[in-house]
């Protein structure tokens, strides 16, 4: 699945390229490269475009869903494509358990969302 990623990422017409696709079991659900604010494919209402946030803007129902998220450098190569601590909270308000993302062209990273809180912590009890 991170091949689709990926796939999605050399698509991007952003200096940074970057896919995500979105999976509920084996069924892909969205899958987008990351958009320029001016792309007419993208609402300035929700002016946004992180990958992760497109796909998660295009699908229906996220929980318990996986999000793989892929860069490509200059030459097509993977890079690290962790989420960003921003789509990290859209993932986990839309009920996303995990992201797997490209480290680099032979490693996938993993991030476990369900166990990540958005709680907050009372300031008495730090
Ligand atoms: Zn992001």
């Not at 995500?20 to 001016?38: D, E, K, T, Y």
């Not at 475009?49 to 998220?69: I, K």
């Amino acid at each position: 699945m991170i091949d689709l990623a990926l796939k999605q990422a050399l698509r991007s017409q952003c200096r940074h390229r970057v896919g995500a696709v979105l999976l509920a079991g084996r069924r892909v659900i969205a899958a987008s490269p990351n958009r320029r604010r001016n792309d007419p494919a993208v609402s300035f209402l929700h002016a946004t475009f992180h990958a992760e946030e497109v796909v998660l803007r295009r699908a229906g129902r996220t929980t318990g869903s996986a999000v793989y998220v892929a860069r490509v450098d200059a030459v097509g190569a993977a890079r690290l494509a962790k989420p960003c601590p921003r789509c990290q909270v859209a993932l986990i308000a839309a009920g996303v358990s995990r992201a797997y993302y490209t480290v680099d062209p032979h490693t996938i990273g993993t991030l476990d969302l369900d166990s990540l809180s958005l709680k907050p912590t009372r300031i008495s009890s730090i």
